[in-house]
């Protein structure tokens, strides 16, 4: 386990002697704090950590990182002038250093690279976060993991996860989220991954990326990243014309995984069980198995066969493997639940992506019964932002008998849709969530099937909130 040695070895690079008592995780927020934690003092935008170190003290914290003084009367070591021999005092205290997340980032960095934990390193445009509790789940069935929790994926989350690594775990299962060139490396360089697995690349956030072209070569550099064959592994989507090219830029073992019989791992005989799931053959190097994984959705066997490669190269059996995925245990974001008049509604109002949209409809026109498509707008499309809510309206038309749009940008999916064919009479534009609300609580059938989806910032999570039977 991280111990306070540690911590004061990765910021100031001198042992102490003494301080090995432990160090359980790291927290930015001193609600979050647990006894033997380390809290990192973040100031922001909205609030400063530096205003809640005694609070984190008072939660149980043993020391603080902390890059300015603060109200405490705890003692405080300052990190550029701390010499070995130096006695250090009762926790807890503070490490002052010049900067606090760069301060947790060393910290992190020095820990990784102490432990011999397998990293799984998974960036994509879409399903990065389904494809990281599903790799979690085949993984358990041999193996100790630690996944990220939620989506703590960038500069802060990464180096969190990593604090909470200790010598037990096995494999480590991280999300890496892209904004701007160089992110994913910097994110590499601290998590060192052995495996990196791409899912895809969309046009989400393309308004800060700038382009397609950007955001592939972003999420590429978890592939340049990886070490050489046989440690390195790279799991490539064959499908997504922007991933495999990559397979160029490393000497780690390449697996492409997809549809398309070139792929080392593809699928086929694909039958969507409804709710209840997926039914597929994978084919593998001359073998067939057929299995089955708890997803929602035809679009979602990408899903698992990066699942399954995962643990092939990790050297799990396809007696594991099968019995693991049909036993997963995940939590999926995208969820089912009832009206008070029976209705389904499928949830997946987390987020919006031109991609994850088109994989939604493809799933609610598995789904029998009167189809309904809420929908609102995409953000931060950049410059994909009318064709992305071109493309999402002339599918609607193909699937929906009806479709509720919200916001701007939705009426840009109106359009599409009537030149799609579909009747304006089954076209509807609502100013807001509320206002869906209330039209669908009139006229729900228990025949009905109601898919919402948006961008977070839609808050139609509310519509379902609203609608949902709760006991």
């Given at each position: 386990m991280l111990t306070f040695a540690d911590v004061i070895e990765a910021l100031s690079g001198v042992r102490p002697d003494e301080a090995e008592m432990p160090v359980v995780e790291a927290a930015i927020d001193s609600r979050l704090v647990i006894p033997g934690a380390m809290f990192v003092a973040l100031p922001g935008e909205r609030a400063d950590g530096h205003d809640y170190l005694q609070q984190a003290f008072e939660r149980g914290a043993g020391l603080a990182i902390i890059q300015r003084h603060a109200p405490t009367d705890r003692p405080v070591i300052d990190m550029s002038t701390w010499q070995a021999g130096v006695p250090l005092p009762q926790p807890p205290f503070c490490l002052l250093v010049p900067d606090s997340l760069t301060g947790m980032q060393q910290v992190a960095r020095f820990w990784r690279r102490k432990l011999t934990v397998r990293v799984i390193g998974i960036t994509g445009s879409v399903g990065k976060s389904t494809s990281k509790e599903l790799i979690n789940d085949v993984l358990s069935h041999r193996f100790r993991v630690l996944k990220s929790p939620g989506n703590l994926n960038n500069e802060i989350g990464l180096p969190l996860s990593l604090l909470r690594l200790g010598e037990g775990y096995e494999h480590a299962v991280l999300e890496m989220g892209f904004y701007v060139p160089g992110e994913i490396a910097f994110l590499c360089d601290l998590a060192l991954p052995q495996v990196g697995v791409l899912t895809n690349i969309g046009t989400v956030h393309a308004e800060r990326a700038g382009s397609q072209e950007a955001i592939a070569h972003g999420k590429s550099e978890l592939v340049a990243a990886l070490p050489d064959a046989p440690e390195g592994s790279a799991i490539l989507n064959y499908d997504d014309a922007w991933i495999r090219p990559m397979a160029k830029l490393t000497n780690a073992r390449v697996l492409y995984y997809g549809l398309d019989p070139e792929a080392e791992l593809w699928?086929?005989?694909?039958?969507?069980?409804?709710?209840?799931?997926?039914?597929?053959?994978?084919?593998?190097?001359?073998?067939?198995?057929?299995?089955?994984?708890?997803?929602?959705?035809?679009?979602s066997v990408h899903t698992a066969l990066r699942a399954v490669a995962v643990g092939l190269v990790e050297g799990m059996s396809w007696q594991e493997i099968i019995h693991a995925l049909m036993h997963a245990q995940t939590s999926f974001r995208l969820s089912a639940v009832h009206s008070k008049s029976g209705a389904l509604i499928l949830d997946d109002t987390y987020n919006a992506s031109p991609e994850s949209m088109m994989a939604a409809l493809g799933l609610l026109a598995e789904m029998p019964g009167h189809r309904i498509a809420v929908l609102g707008d995409m953000l931060e499309l950049g410059p994909y932002e009318t064709s992305g809510h071109e493309m999402v309206g002339m599918r609607a038309a193909q699937v929906c008998d009806e479709l509720l749009l919200v916001g701007e940008r939705a009426q840009t999916m109106a359009s599409a849709a009537l030149a799609g064919g579909m009747s304006a009479d089954h076209i509807h534009h609502f100013a807001n969530a509320d206002a869906v609300t209330a039209d669908l609580a009139t006229r729900l059938h228990e025949d009905d099937v109601v898919l919402v989806k948006a961008s977070h910032g839609m808050r139609l999570d509310q519509v379902v909130a609203s609608l949902e039977v709760t006991e």
């Open positions: 699928a086929d005989d694909i039958e969507s069980l409804g709710l209840e799931g997926i039914r597929f053959r994978a084919h593998y190097h001359g073998q067939t198995m057929t299995m089955r994984a708890p997803l929602i959705g035809r679009h």
